[in-house]
């Protein structure tokens, strides 16, 4: 509602939202208001001391210099506000937001307080010991040192360029630590995520019985990834020393984007990978239960096995990929010329006419299943160094195996009737 009425209509209000009025200036001291939302007054340079208001938003308020006590008081946000320079010790207060508060210096000692966000305030340079606090967010402060606040669950002190330590937290679930300059990583029980890109001082990551999710893109130090047994999201772009991926059993989410290994192990849970722009990258292992699968520009790409739930395939750039076959339904962007086969299964130009050689040599009429494709596999097989491809009946099957520059064969298996 904005505040172009009688003043008299808006005392018996316990809630009024006043967001963007331009011409407002003051507001009536209404004693029955417990929620106030003035948020965006550009002129508006005072709030009453009401009484028993519970909930200020006077965010984007820049004639706002100070705020009235109000006991109480259990929410404030008053971010962006750029001319203020103090806050009240509000007895009950359990929930702060000022970040981009320019002249504000000190977050008060708010004994109730569980939420405080405090970001980009850049004359604040201490944090307060706030026992019952349970999420910080504190980022680009020039902040020394964190307290030891033992309840606090979630922090964020990302761009911390001055803070060189983070405190063992016991009960820390989420720590954002990202740009920082600090060399170590502190072992936190249970934490279950962790996001620590662009910490460029970072060799090794404790291995964290609970952690979850870990993004330690561009960290271009980091020699190695631990084992993490409950790791479901992994994020490891741009790290350079990175020489190969751990064993993460329950691995769902992978993206490592222009690194520097060759292989993607085989990960039984995988359902999402994106691995663009990995120049030493050469195979990628059986993901059965993949459905999105980005590789584009990886030059010494040669293999991609076929996978059966693959939703989605992007794999341009990949000069050395010669051969992919892929369900009909699979969405392709990419290079090669896919061709249908008289199954659920389109495969490139290059695969079909290797293919067509070996029926017309062996005298193969019809092929009357594709199933067994899912079975393809890379095998060294040093008795056939000079042949294109070997083949054998067994059972009224076929399998057919070609070799490739480096001597490495693809073996494909399939029904057929001669």
């Known amino acids: 509602m904005c505040f172009a009425c009688n003043e008299n209509s808006l005392l018996n209000y316990s809630n009024i939202e006043l967001r963007c009025c331009v011409q407002i200036k003051k507001i009536p001291n209404i004693v029955s208001l417990r929620y106030l939302d003035c948020s965006s007054s550009p002129y508006l340079c005072i709030i009453p001391n009401f009484t028993f208001l519970l909930y200020i938003k006077c965010s984007y308020c820049p004639q706002i210099k100070t705020l009235p006590y109000i006991e109480t008081l259990d929410t404030l946000i008053c971010s962006s506000c750029i001319n203020l320079e103090f806050i009240p010790e509000y007895k009950y207060l359990t929930h702060l937001e000022c970040y981009s508060c320019d002249k504000l210096t000190y977050i008060p000692n708010l004994e109730y307080l569980e939420y405080l966000e405090c970001s980009s305030c850049e004359n604040i340079n201490d944090i307060p010991n706030l026992k019952n606090l349970r999420e910080l967010y504190c980022r ?24 060189l330590y983070i405190p063992v937290f016991k009960k820390l679930d989420i720590l954002y630590c990202n740009g920082m300059r600090i060399r170590d990583i502190p072992y936190i029980e249970n934490l279950t995520e962790l996001h620590c890109s662009l910490c460029i001082n970072i060799r090794y990551i404790p291995n964290i019985p609970n952690l979850k999710y870990l993004d330690c893109s561009s960290c271009e130090y980091l020699e190695t990834i631990p084992s993490f047994k409950k790791l479901t999201h992994l994020i490891c772009d741009n790290c350079y020393y990175l020489d190969k991926l751990p064993i993460l059993k329950n691995l769902k989410i992978l993206r490592c984007v222009e690194c520097y290994f060759d292989i993607i192990p085989q990960y039984n849970k995988l359902l999402e990978l994106k691995c663009n ?13 993949l459905n999105i699968l980005e590789c584009y520009n990886c030059p010494n790409l040669t293999f991609i096995p076929l996978i059966r ?23 392709y962007n990419g290079d090669l010329n896919l061709k249908k086969t008289n199954s659920d299964f389109l495969i490139s130009d290059n695969l079909s006419n290797s293919l067509m050689n070996v029926y017309r040599k062996y005298k193969i009429n019809k092929v009357l299943s594709y199933s067994n494709y899912l079975q393809i596999n890379y095998y060294s097989n040093p008795n056939y160094p000079n042949i294109l491809y070997h083949i054998y009946k067994k059972n009224d099957k076929c399998a057919i ?15 057929i009737s001669t």
């Not at 722009?277 to 239960?289: A, H, Q, R, T």
Request: include cysteine; charged fraction near 25%.
């Open 277 to 289: 722009s990995c120049d030493n990258l050469k195979y990628i292992s059986s993901l059965e239960k």
């Open 309 to 331: 739930r693959l939703k989605y395939l992007k794999s341009y750039g990949c000069n050395k990929l010669k051969n992919i076959i892929i369900k009909k339904d699979t969405l």
């Open 140 to 163: 680009g402060l020039s902040i020394l040192e964190i307290p030891n606040i033992k309840n606090l669950k979630r922090l964020d002190c990302s761009h911390c360029l001055l803070l």
């Open 401 to 415: 195996t070609f070799i490739n520059k480096n001597n490495k064969l693809i073996f494909l298996s399939f029904q």
